[in-house]
């Protein structure tokens, strides 16, 4: 009973974790749908009830867009906590990072994020070997 115990707890500490820096429309469904992709940008709306929070988890360099007014909270990862408020039509740029959000309101609230993709590197190209002079005199 001890080993099984102790294996639950290890299998735990590996993946919290990796939970805790997710996708928050794989770990939030609820409150972020995915609205529009493609290559450069996704643009997720994010919804939440009066008094709703979500979890831990990460955005990408982003803009966001109120559509209503909001008032909110964000927990980060190292315990420290910011108050947020916004008036619908404001906008804000939103430095990747990771967060839970809360709705601290009595209103539900609604965002518009347009998140930026950053490009994928290609491998540096190798650099042309010098030709040899095969004509020495």
């Known amino acids: 009973m001890r080993r099984v115990l102790s294996l639950t707890f ?12 997710q996708d928050p429309v794989k770990v939030d469904s609820k409150h972020y749908k995915v609205e529009f992709e493609n290559a450069k ?4 709306r994010v ?3 009066p008094h709703e929070k979500s979890v831990m988890h ?3 360099n982003a803009f966001a867009i109120f559509v ?10 190292n315990g420290t906590t910011q108050d947020t408020t916004a008036k619908a039509g404001e906008t804000r740029w939103t430095p990747a990072g990771r967060h839970l959000p809360e709705n601290t309101g009595d209103q539900p609230f609604e965002v518009i994020l347009v ?3 950053t490009p994928k590197r290609k491998p540096a190209a190798k ?3 010098a030709p040899t002079n095969s004509n020495k005199q």
């Open 41 to 44: 940008v996704r643009v997720l």
């Open 10 to 21: 290890f299998v735990l500490a590996l993946a919290v974790p990796s939970v805790l820096a």
């Open 115 to 117: 998140e930026l993709k």
């Open 68 to 77: 209503t007014d909001i008032n909110g909270k964000f927990t980060f990862p």
């Open 47 to 49: 919804k939440y009830g």
């Open 58 to 60: 990460r955005h990408p």
């Open 127 to 129: 650099p042309a070997s």
